[in-house]
């Protein structure tokens, strides 16, 4: 049946391709034992003091969860310094793209979005019959701000900025950054998605909070519990922006929007130093002792500034014979031809048992390419 009251533009929309779940996998191939480093999720679980928190608050959930935020606003207005009304919490970042999108634009609307890059951002502002106007990252896979400042008209409402940027896990300088903001007119917003902020070790990456705090510049910046606090099953996130930008947003925001274990999740999971501490280092490492064994097998990769990074496959098989030989042998790992880089799969730091389980299998596949 053709349903001709469907919006054409919701009708083009091809659905966003989320990883596969480990348990989906085992049941399909029938295998046991298998390692998922294809959705840049924390490898060592869950931030303990979180889970702790969880189970203390399990005995209220016949009862609505803080409509406002109220306790989770107030301890990261004390860490960002920053005020509670500049905070708006989310259902994940990914509401909050979805509710930027939303307050601020209008069908025929357009924003600007790099590619390759989090490919949510298209997808939304489609789904909102807003427009997407396209800029090729440079050949270094870092952002072309000169070709972003050259796109803006006056139908442009957003930039998307992932920084760092998923999935080439490359950063925008402070100098191009504070460029950025000096050449957006008034009538544009900086969306500043920093969802791997916590991962960044260059000493050059411009903390967006920053500049909201000390400029009052349109600039929305999209943080995430997902990542290093381990708490992506429980979709938490939070934006930080002007108060007069967070109002707007507040208004669409739905009420009750963030259930009651993922505010006190999140609330724990800030003062969990000792986890972060273990996961920054756990990262670090794997970072190393890949990038060692790729090197020794002669593959090309992406070094990032994040949890997760891209390996080239080609001229050896392409990102989707890769995946589906590697999802065999019980490694889940993303092809990136959906983000148009059919050469290149994705993966994130695991354990040291995972990593190595992932050199193993995939120096064996190079090995039979040769």
Do not use: C
């Not at 590619?115 to 997808?123: A, G, Q, R, T």
């Not at 997407?132 to 998307?160: C, E, H, P, V």
């Amino acid at each position: 049946m053709s349903y001709k009251f469907v919006p054409q533009y919701i009708k083009e929309i091809i659905p966003y391709p989320p990883g596969k779940p480990i348990e989906e996998v085992e049941r399909e191939l029938g295998i046991k034992n298998s390692v998922k480093i294809a959705s840049n999720e924390n490898p060592l679980g869950t931030s303990p003091l979180a889970i702790q928190a969880i189970k203390r608050s399990l005995k209220s959930l016949n009862r609505y969860p803080d409509g406002s935020a109220f306790y989770l606003k107030n301890k990261l207005s004390r860490i960002y310094r920053v005020s509670t009304d500049s905070i708006v919490i989310g259902n994940g970042s990914n509401e909050l793209i979805e509710l930027t999108i939303r307050t601020f634009m209008q069908p025929g609307d357009e924003a600007i979005i790099s590619d390759p890059s989090f490919l949510i951002y298209s997808i939304t502002v489609k789904a909102s019959g807003g427009r997407s106007r396209i800029i090729k990252l440079l050949d270094n896979y870092s952002y072309n701000i000169k070709g972003i400042i050259k796109a803006i008209n006056k139908r442009t409402r957003l930039i998307f900025v992932s920084n760092p940027n998923n999935p080439t896990g490359t950063i925008i300088t402070k100098k191009d950054y504070e460029w950025l903001i000096k050449n957006v007119p008034e009538h544009v917003i900086i969306v500043d998605d920093a969802a791997y902020r916590e991962f960044v070790q260059s000493n050059d990456y411009p903390d967006g909070i920053d500049y909201v705090r000390k400029n009052n510049a349109n600039i929305i910046v999209l943080r995430t519990f997902s990542k290093i606090y381990g708490l992506a099953g429980l979709r938490i996130g939070y934006g930080i922006t002007t108060p007069e930008l967070a109002g707007y947003i507040e208004r669409v925001r739905q009420p009750f929007n963030v259930n009651s274990l993922a505010q006190t999740a999140a609330l724990a999971a800030l003062d969990d130093k000792a986890f972060i501490k273990k996961t920054l280092e756990n990262n670090k490492n794997g970072l190393d002792y890949l990038y060692k064994k790729l090197d020794e097998m002669n593959i090309l990769y992406i070094p990032t500034q994040a949890n997760f990074f891209l390996i080239k496959v080609s001229p050896y098989m392409s990102a989707r014979q890769a995946f589906e030989i590697l999802l065999r042998k019980g490694v889940i790992v993303r092809d990136m031809t959906s983000y148009g880089l059919s050469d290149y799969i994705r993966i994130n730091v695991g354990t040291p048992s995972e990593n190595k389980k992932f050199i193993k299998e995939f120096a064996e596949i190079i090995k039979s390419k040769l």
